[in-house]
């Protein structure tokens, strides 16, 4: 009896890391949304970024660095949007898995058209990102790459499940391609925004508005008074569709501009999960085009 439950024993443990789910680490909620459409449950997936927080001032913490520790594949944005707190968790973690050049680091902005790249920065220019505008997550074109390449970095880690990641890709692609037709025939073309912080250029690219100006006089930089009521005498003469901002950033100033302008303010979810609704990528993208239209 002893001897077959030591088999026994021994047969379990070696099934084990067969049945094992890929741990992946994600920074942002967005990301760990698109890994969940193509993992789900084969991978179990850890979120170091809330959606209520500002994601160019988050700070690193002993609980993220034990997740990257433990992590199989390691999912950022890139463009230094996590440059604070990102470099310290690979750095402290000592996990050679997730390192720059490794399979389990996936850097989610190689598949990204990026826009507002700049050759050359200053300290005047403000808090401008050299390597291109990061929040690309508004662009369903931009998604629909990187899902792709999700896809493709756990076939590489997990190739026993290729087929089940490849036909979860393909599901989330038919149902990206259907919203895609309703988000399009809201006829966003030719309305005119201002804007808190500059989040919102993929969105504007993609769907054909504009933004034509900027509380912040410069990314970053807080406005002035003397800014702020320029730019209110703007908005009374050229009235534009609405002033866009989100739940952390300037929304306080977007509603003072708003009562001098009788222009509408509308908060969009920064990232997913950042309103009630917004549980997944797509229905993230719902409540932004609908808060737009």
């Known amino acids: 009896m002893r001897s077959i439950l030591v088999v026994f024993c021994l047969m379990l443990a070696c099934a084990t890391p067969a049945c094992a789910a890929l741990n992946v680490v994600a920074t942002l909620p967005w990301i760990a949304s698109l890994a969940k459409e193509i993992g789900k449950d084969k991978i179990s997936v850890t979120t170091l970024v809330k959606p209520s927080q500002d994601p160019h001032t988050v700070e690193a913490k002993p609980s993220m660095i034990l997740a990257g520790r433990k992590a199989d594949l390691l999912m950022y944005n890139g463009l230094d949007l996590e440059i604070g707190y990102l470099p310290l968790i690979m750095e402290s973690s000592k996990n050679p898995k997730v390192m720059p050049g490794r399979p389990g680091n996936f850097d989610c902005s190689r598949f990204v058209k990026v826009i507002d790249k700049h050759a050359h920065v200053e ?16 662009s369903p074109s931009n998604m629909a790459r990187v899902a792709e390449g999700m896809t493709n970095a756990l076939c590489d880690l997990d190739p026993s499940n ?37 989040l919102f250029e993929y969105l504007a690219a993609e769907f054909g508005f504009k933004i034509v100006a900027y509380v912040e006089p410069k990314p970053g930089i807080p406005p002035s008074a003397a800014h702020v009521e320029s730019l209110i005498e703007r908005m009374k003469a050229d009235k534009p569709d609405g002033i866009l901002t989100t739940g952390f950033y300037g929304k306080r100033e977007s509603e003072t501009i708003a009562q001098k302008t009788g222009v509408k303010v509308i908060t969009l979810p920064a990232d997913v999960g950042g309103a009630p609704g917004t549980g997944d990528w797509v229905s993230f993208m719902d409540l932004v085009i609908a808060s737009l239209k």
């Open 123 to 138: 300290r005047s220019m403000g808090d401008v990102h050299p390597l291109g505008n990061p929040h690309y997550h508004y």
């Open 162 to 198: 290729a087929g089940f990641y490849r036909s979860n890709l393909k599901s989330f692609s038919a149902r990206l391609a259907e919203r895609q037709k309703n988000w399009r025939s809201q006829n966003l073309a030719g309305h005119r925004y201002i804007a808190y912080h500059k």
